[in-house]
């Protein structure tokens, strides 16, 4: 089965200072990765590491420096912002940041139908919004005629969803989707991802620092450390059995439910993000526990262990270590 959507080699440098004191600082690094149809692909990491930067760059919201994007086999264009409405939406962090205060919640749906001529009457439109509501637990009469502030978090976050939903998308990019929901509301919205996956065929970018709802809900996961994917896999590989220092920090981190069980590390950022970034080598070296000289002047390799990638030096020479070929691209930007 084709993938869905492939990153190949994807970079995004920013320069930094003025005209006679300026630095480059490399958000994304060369990272790759693929999406398959019907599977919900988690990219998952600290604050800063690049994720939301990612999801700009596929959605078309930023330009990349160098690398390919492709959906549905198709390269991303500079400048063509179509390729983003070719069956793909995006679900953001503040759901009040997504509807004017001073608009219907309705007339966003309404909109949507009519830029994609979705509908051919007022009635059609309301029957077409009211099944991609009732697919997240609303109903049309439940948002006719109401304003945003009229909404908790929660069914502001999920009318979002129905939205997004309203196109018919193939792929829909979640960026920390459930960081600003109340606790006991996150699992029904990871529940509702995981049915639309499920029961509609569709895939998900879900992109969050949160473990427990990426356990939760992924079927392969990439955790990103400054700009660089330093490990990628199934969650249960991933996560049950990490291989990367920083992985098995941040899943060191996660609060445990047996009392008896202490963990004396915890995710910190560095006093100075820029430091790591900027950082020859590996990034993550003056935090690793078990960095040697090499991870200060060289970048590690990637490498497959059990259908593992991971960069690390750790494992240069390690028995099961497959090398994986650097990837090409004929797009540079």
Known sequence: ??????????????????????????????????????????????????????????????????????????????????????????????????????????????????????????????????????????????????????????????????????TDPKLIIADEPVSMVDASLRMSIVNLFKQLRDELGVSILYITHDLATAYYVSDRIAIMFRGRIVEMGTVDKVLMQPRHPYSKLLRDSIPQADPKQRWTTSVTLAELEQEEYLRQGCRFAGRCPDVMNICKSVVPAEVKIDDVLVQCHLYDDHKDAIPVPAKSTEATR
């Not at 919900?40 to 600290?46: H, R």
């Not at 420096?65 to 959906?71: F, L």
């Not at 219907?104 to 830029?115: A, K, M």
């Open 1 to 166: 089965m084709a993938n869905l959507l492939e990153v190949v080699n994807l970079t995004k440098r920013y320069s930094q200072g003025n005209v006679l004191d300026r630095s480059v600082f490399t958000a994304v690094d060369e990272i790759n990765f693929y999406i398959k149809p019907a599977e919900v692909f988690t990219l998952a990491g600290e604050s800063g590491c690049g994720k939301t930067t990612t999801a700009k760059l596929v959605l078309g919201f930023e330009e990349a420096t160098s690398g390919e994007i492709r959906h549905n086999g198709k390269a991303q264009v500079r400048n063509e912002k179509t390729w983003i409405t070719e069956g793909v939406q995006a679900i953001f962090q503040d759901p009040f940041s997504t509807f004017n205060p001073l608009r219907r919640v309705e007339s966003y749906f309404h909109e949507t139908v009519q830029n994609f001529r979705l509908a051919k009457s007022k009635e059609e439109a309301v029957a077409r919004i009211d099944q991609k509501l009732r697919l997240v637990g609303l109903t049309y009469h439940d948002i006719a005629g109401k304003y945003p502030n009229e909404f908790s978090g929660g069914q502001l976050q999920r009318i979002s969803i129905a939205r997004a939903l309203v």
